[in-house]
């Protein structure tokens, strides 16, 4: 076990089974998995509850909807926004969602706090102790200790500490956990100066997702359905600093360089200027500590991946985490680690799509437009092509490595099976595994809790599928053997 280099300041005399730090998307559903499954889980959050969040997420993905269902939240976020069913950049290349095979076949255009009010509000639901406007200063572990201890300054200035079993940094890219942990974060600031806003419009756009790139500055327009759209622009001949004003002539200047109009952009209820990094922490695990999220990947906002990808992070560690706490399984330490040779991958690879993109939005020399317009004719017009292309941006298309052997089903996302029990991602919302036979199969004996669920048809395939929608285990028959050593493994 890795450790701190520090010494413990006393015994805490508080004890849970999770903290989490930082309250956003990622942190609010981890904590809420976790209390659902019946353990205790505080969550700290240095800013006061009343602090409006206004971030830049607001892409919802097919397959973070899917996680979202399986926790009876998906319908109702879809109202708050609107779908679009096909990605349209650089007027040449177009990707259509709606040959996804899936209920949610595009993209959820939404505000990030909307995400947060639904995740909230179960968090509160499910018995999560909620610790607004405290700050972590400390944490500490040791080779000895079964708990993390963690100090905190309250809203109040009292400082405190905090015992928990494992903690789970969740704190944003600026993370004081991974910072705490002294652990790199490698990587480089990728693009300056992007003003980001949301703003009203005089004249509508005349498609759902407005976007281009002209070498010297590029403009992205997407409504939110409520008369605010959210506009993103960079400017190559004004690379300013983050802290440097901004304003509503910046932002209209750089659209209608880029799009050849501002459609008449004529407010902001807020604007901003930031810069993009492509940076990931090579261990997502330190002893008993975890990061997921933005503090352990930040990539470019291109593909609006970045709180998706923190979202996945929270569903694939929560229910591992749970089965540990409650002594589900035979080999905890393997499990545990399972989540970084899942997800690192994963932030890797959202690197990279990203960056692709940002790159070619940015392409600027004859040469750089030449490869470009080639790449997005290819994936427009080749269908293996496209669907790879909205299979990884949507993350429906998402695996992860099988062992060897291992049916061609394992390590897949499951789709969301209609069976005779009912749809499988209503039956995936006790957070425990679920297994799906043929109708003649009895239930089986198991070592962990699952539902038991039978194909509607004459089906002989049985899986065995997560509580975050991945399969553990296929086999092309039923058999009883197989079966009890999957459920024991």
């Given amino acids: 076990m890795t450790t701190t280099p520090s010494t413990t300041p006393g015994t805490s005399t508080d004890t849970v089974d999770v903290l989490v730090v930082g309250a956003g998307p990622t942190g609010l559903l981890l904590a809420g998995d976790l209390a659902a499954q019946g353990l205790s889980v505080a969550l ?13 997420a607001f892409a919802v993905h097919a397959r973070t909807l899917e996680l979202l269902d399986t926790r009876g939240l998906a319908d109702e976020l879809v109202k708050t926004g609107r779908p679009v069913s096909a990605l349209r950049f650089f007027d040449k290349l177009s990707l259509d969602l709606s040959r996804l095979h899936t209920r949610f ?10 995400v947060e009010r639904l995740l909230e509000r179960r968090a509160h639901a499910t018995g999560v102790r909620f610790r607004y406007g405290t700050e972590l200063t400390a944490l500490h572990q040791s080779a000895e200790s079964d708990t993390v201890t963690a100090e905190l300054r309250e809203a109040d200035g009292r400082r405190t500490t905090l015992g928990a079993r494992y ?11 991974r910072r705490t942990l002294g652990l790199p974060f490698p990587g480089k600031s990728v693009i300056r100066s992007i003003v980001l806003a949301d703003v009203r419009l005089t004249e509508e756009p005349p498609g759902l997702l407005t976007v ?67 940076r990931q922490v090579p261990a997502y695990r330190t002893g008993r500590v975890f990061l997921a999220g933005d503090a352990a990947h930040v990539h470019s906002p291109a593909g609006g991946q970045g709180m998706n990808t923190g979202l996945q992070d929270a569903a694939n560690l929560s229910w591992k985490l749970a089965a540990v706490l409650r002594g589900q399984t035979a080999a905890p330490e393997a ?71 291992a049916h061609p089903l394992t390590a897949k996302r499951a789709p969301d099976l209609s069976l005779r029990e009912g749809r499988l991602h209503q039956l995936l919302r006790g957070g425990t595994f679920v297994l799906v036979t043929p109708a003649d199969t009895a239930a089986p004996a198991s070592p962990t809790p699952l539902v038991h669920a039978h194909w509607k048809g004459d089906r002989t395939t049985a899986l065995l599928v997560r509580p975050d929608g991945y399969i553990a285990w296929a086999s092309d028959h039923a058999d009883p053997a197989a079966l009890r050593a999957a459920l024991t493994r």
């Fill in 44 to 56: 700290v959050e240095r800013r006061p509850h009343e602090t409006s969040n206004m971030t830049r």
């Fill in 105 to 114: 076949p595009f993209v959820l255009i939404t505000p990030q706090y909307e």
């Fill in 167 to 177: 903690l789970v940094g969740t704190d944003g890219v600026h993370s004081r956990v």
């Fill in 212 to 278: 281009n790139g002209v070498g010297d500055a590029f403009a992205f327009i997407v409504p939110f359905g409520d008369g605010w759209y959210r506009a993103m622009g960079w400017n190559r001949a004004h690379q300013a600093a983050d802290s440097d004003p901004v304003d509503l002539d910046e932002l209209r200047e750089i659209t209608r360089r880029a799009l050849g109009t501002d459609y008449g952009m004529r407010e902001a209820r807020w604007i901003s200027r930031f810069h993009s990094d492509e």
């Fill in 335 to 405: 499990l545990l680690d399972s989540y970084q040779t899942e997800r690192h991958p994963v932030g890797t690879m959202v690197l990279r799509s990203s960056g692709a993109l940002v790159r070619l939005a940015m392409a600027h020399t004859p040469p750089q437009r030449t490869v470009r317009t080639l790449a997005a004719k290819a994936l427009s017009t080749i269908r293996p092509a496209s669907d790879k292309a909205i299979g990884l941006v949507s993350g429906l298309s998402i695996a992860y490595a099988a062992p060897r052997g």
